[in-house]
């Protein structure tokens, strides 16, 4: 099974949250839930740039869909009283879903085929800040 848009694998959410979820619960996280949870990510995404249909994937709509899909993940830990503190150190899992979607994809919901030239785009800097 894939996702809905394939913006992301199973394999690259598990890579960036360290995790192989089946080995956590083969039923919760199986393929085709965690795919869900994945289209769930993507059809946030595609409802803030405003689109229906699968966009070319770009560093940033990836970055985004894993962020973003790390965060369900993590909700469904708390949810069913999994230890968190397995996904606490995951890049981006306390930061805003709207802050993730406006760091990577941009503020004014510019869409994810738009690939900023000559520092048209200040997402970098914005990340940065949140960070440091």
């Known amino acids: 099974m894939v996702s809905t848009y394939g913006y992301i694998t199973i394999a ?38 405003g689109v229906s249909t699968a966009q070319t994937s770009t560093n940033g709509l990836v970055v985004c869909t894993k962020a973003i899909s790390a965060k369900l993940v993590f909700q469904i830990f708390k949810t069913l009283g999994y230890d968190t503190n397995l996904l606490e150190a995951v890049l981006f899992i306390n930061m805003p879903t709207k802050e993730i979607l406006d760091t990577f994809l941009g503020e004014s919901g510019v869409g994810a085929d738009s690939i900023p030239m000559s520092g048209a785009n200040n997402n970098l800097y914005n990340w940065y800040h949140w960070w440091y």
């Open 12 to 49: 690259l959410l598990e890579d960036y949250i360290g995790l192989d979820l089946s080995t956590i619960d083969s039923v919760v996280f199986s393929d085709a839930h965690v795919d869900a949870i994945i289209t769930s990510a993507e059809e946030i995404i595609n409802a803030y740039i």
